[in-house]
């Protein structure tokens, strides 16, 4: 039972570290479409998730990017991340921690899956960057395309964690030490 408690912790810590730099990653996306698009940047704040600004000429193309890029940057960096993980490292740590670092994004992406079908019965969350996303993507294309894109980055986040030995070396994290 001792040997698991620094697991734990270990994981715990990563989910800490990881939900931090997810809600940096994702406030970050929208902060660059935001200045892209000419805004001024008000508030920014990883506390409360939260980021605003005044100003800015947006057309359709950068506002759909704006409800967009918030959940794709942290998917974009966990795969680079993925790409450069050193699989033959003994660091415990890392193993566990490039698991959540990955896992966290990915499972992010399964509202991009899920809402447009609530979306198409009328029953989607709003103000939710999916929704907002929807509804000027839903003028000129089928919702569910975006559930398929979304599918689409889910397997290639876990293809990337089987095949870079993550997953893997997480669970052999988890049994041996």
Known sequence: MQRKAPKIGFILLAGLITVFLYILLHELGHTVVMLSAGATITE???????????GGNYTDLS????HANGALLPVIVALIYALLYKKDAKSVFYHLFSYVFLLIPIGSLFAWVIIPFLYLQGNAPAGDDVTNFLYNFSQ???PLLVSAAAAFLIAAGVTAMVKRGIFRNFISAIRNQ
Do not use: E, K
Not at 44 to 54: D, E, K, N, Y
Not at 63 to 66: G, H, Q, S
């Open 44 to 54: 920014f704040s990883i506390i409360s998730a939260h980021v605003s600004g005044t």
């Open 140 to 142: 000129n294309h089928h």
């Open 63 to 66: 506002d759909l990017w704006l």
